[in-house]
Nanobody, 124 residues
Framework: QLQASGGGLVQTGGSLRLSCAAS????????MGWYRQAPGKQRELVAT???????NYADPAKGRFTVSRDDSKNTVYLQMNNLKPEDTAVYYC????????????????????WGKGTQVTVSS
């Protein structure tokens, strides 16, 4: 099981670090993805990290967000800096058990397991 946490209310330009804790080793998963869904919008992929540690980011996240992993804690993080109001959304973590690919995560309905979301609100 996955459990996302770390959301909150921040001002524009602020930072948050989201965590996604797993009940088993993250190394047992092919890819872990961070998604977000804003009200009235489609769920979108934000960042991924593969079993091998390769990371990828959606264009809105490049240069501002960093995904990392602490294998000793079975936890993946999403460090979000220079937050903007358009980053406001519910953020979710999800895993693919076998595939190790950003492209495999683009179809969010194909993910194998999801954590409950955590709300991020950025005020202007």
């Amino acid at each position: 099981q996955l459990q996302a946490s770390g959301g909150g209310l921040v001002q524009t330009g602020g930072s948050l670090r989201l965590s996604c804790a797993a009940s088993v080793s993250m190394l047992s998963f092919g890819t872990m993805g961070w998604y977000r869904q804003a009200p009235g919008k489609q769920r979108e992929l934000v960042a991924t990290i593969t079993r091998g540690g390769r990371t990828n980011y959606a264009d809105p996240a490049k240069g501002r967000f960093t995904v990392s992993r602490d294998d000793s804690k079975n936890t993946v993080y999403l460090q979000m800096n220079n937050l903007k109001p358009e980053d406001t959304a519910v953020y979710y973590c999800a895993i693919l058990r076998q595939k190790t690919s950003w492209y495999s995560c683009l179809d969010w309905y194909g993910m194998d397991d999801w954590g409950k979301g955590t709300q991020v609100t950025v005020s202007s």
